[in-house]
């Protein structure tokens, strides 16, 4: 077995693996939000980027737009729910220097079902008799079903280049654990990928640690290009087990990414002034304090109550162990044996 | 009489729109606060689904603020992900779905994608979009619409639709392969409404106190239908608000 280790910095990972004008899956939805690597691609300038994903809150990407990385948006909902607005994508949107393709939260997530089933479009029931049908033909048609039923959706498949997405945990080859929601809709937007995956992750763990329990594993290291040991890298979505949603930075955040002219200076201070997520993290506590980290602690204590042991059965124990019978089976084989030899 | 917020109001009155042990598909927001007040009270053999993948026998045993919220999944029966819980819209299990928007007009189309027109994309004011109101909508067999009204929220059209109503009028659904019902009933801060049998037009139902039908109509962009059984929304009892407070102690959701 090859014991390849995947971990690197969070620099590293995006400038080795994320290139302008790729097609990123942009992970997450209201927790698990991408926020470091969000942050990083900002840092690093990246550009022309078309992202997808079904839906995407506390503004990561909205910051990712005002920061001029994202040219393409393939989306069911965005928006800093505290601020109730995604203030730079309709700025960037009607300056011209958006695209952006609307369809429902099935429909965004069929897509990537269908990416992640390797085939071109799948069939969907919404969508059908709204705009985003009429304005959105990049991703979606009306046909009718060749097995008679009438008038279908369909949707076209969603595969990204890469996909960025955090978990809780992950191990140094890249099999990524996450429990809990099951990210929502990561395990596909992850294995659609047609280069790979980078996960930042709250804890490293041992490979024999997840394969002790692989059912939590939603992306299997082979799919994995680079693992970063990343805590507080979904800050301010929530990270289930680790910390909750920071509301108080989502709504300064937001405040900033309402006006265009303020939103150069969150970035100055939060993202290019800081040389990574724990500088990031400093920053939080030299500004809101240590409660105001100590504030995310969730409650914890909610173990499985329910004893799973992974056993198996070894099937050595049938060598030398004759044949069940009975007089009945016998009979009749012995019949039809006779018959067969009598021809 | 007892005192009660507007929130507690549209909460207990969404609630009496589920039956017991019916399929109730929620979003965030009030919904969950609907849900949890049903189980609490004369719907305990519900089955909710939420957007992010849970699906329970219990309400969340803690606040939830976002659909994939932790509270949300926490001694759920199942933990799925959006995929399979929005799968029961689409294979027709889903007896009731909650949604919300900014625009909704007089045939239950909704809007939640943006004011002005998308093509003129320099004047379009982006909002987030469908999220999952359009496949709980196109599938759900009952849906319930949360909505703030004024005379720009209850338009004639609406300016974009992303949630299909009765679209252009009756039998335009059903032409289009559409399993769901549609619109069953339309709770805002101002009343109640249902939909027309045959023009499938939204008429005014119930009033909330304080209301009047005069005010109602002054903010709805059309002209509005009201029906001859038009009545004042039953007030909140003392036992229920302090039955749904207790859900929300610190007035997270009804302020």
Known sequence: MADIDKRMTLKDAVAKFIHDGDVVYYGGFQIHVPMALTHEIIRQKKRNLTTIESSTDVGGLDIMVGAGCVSEIHTAWIMNWYVKAPYAIRRAFNEGKLKRYDISNFGATSAMMAGFLGIPFIPIRGNIGTDMLKYNPMDLKVIEDPFGTGKITVVRAWRADVAIIHAQKADRLGNVVSYGTRGVTDEFGAMGTKRGVIVTTEEIVEPEAVRSDPDRTIVPYYKTLAVVHCPYGAHPSACRGYYGLDIRFSQYQGRYERYADLLPAFLDEWVYGCKDQAAYIEKYKSKFGQEGLDRLKPKLGFKPKMDVDYGYHDPTCWKGVPMYTDDRLKAYEDAIAAKKGGK | ?255
């Open chain 2, 1 to 255: 009489m007892a005192d009660y917020k507007l929130t507690e109001l549209m909460t207990i009155r969404c609630a009496r729109e589920i039956a017991d042990g019916e399929v109730v598909f929620v979003g965030v927001g009030l919904p969950i606060m609907v849900a949890a007040y049903a189980f609490a009270t004369h719907a305990p053999n519900m089955i909710m689904m939420t957007e992010g993948g849970a699906i329970r026998a219990t309400a969340p045993p803690a606040l939830a603020i976002t659909v994939d919220d932790p509270a949300a999944f926490l001694g759920a029966d199942a933990a799925f992900g959006m995929l399979a819980t929005m799968a029961a819209l689409q294979r027709g299990e889903v007896d009731v779905a909650f949604i919300g928007g900014a625009q909704i007009d007089k045939y239950g189309n909704i809007n939640s994608t943006g004011a002005g027109d998308w093509s003129k994309k320099e004047s379009f004011t982006y909002f987030a979009g469908s999220g999952g109101a359009n496949d709980m909508a196109t599938s759900g067999k009952r849906v319930l619409a949360i909505m703030p009204q004024d005379k720009k929220k209850f338009v004639e059209k609406c300016e974009y639709v992303t949630t299909p109503g009765f679209l252009g009028g009756p039998g335009e659904r059903e032409k289009l392969g559409m399993i769901g019902g549609g619109p069953n009933c339309v709770v805002s801060t101002m009343g109640v409404y249902l939909f027309d049998d045959k023009t499938k037009e939204m008429y005014l139902s119930e009033y909330y106190p304080g209301q009047s039908i005069e005010k109602i109509k002054a903010n709805c962009a059309w002209d509005l239908k009201v029906s001859p059984k038009v009545k004042e929304t039953t007030i909140p009892t003392a036992k229920e608000l302090t039955i749904l407070r207790a859900l929300d102690p610190t007035g997270f959701y009804l302020g």
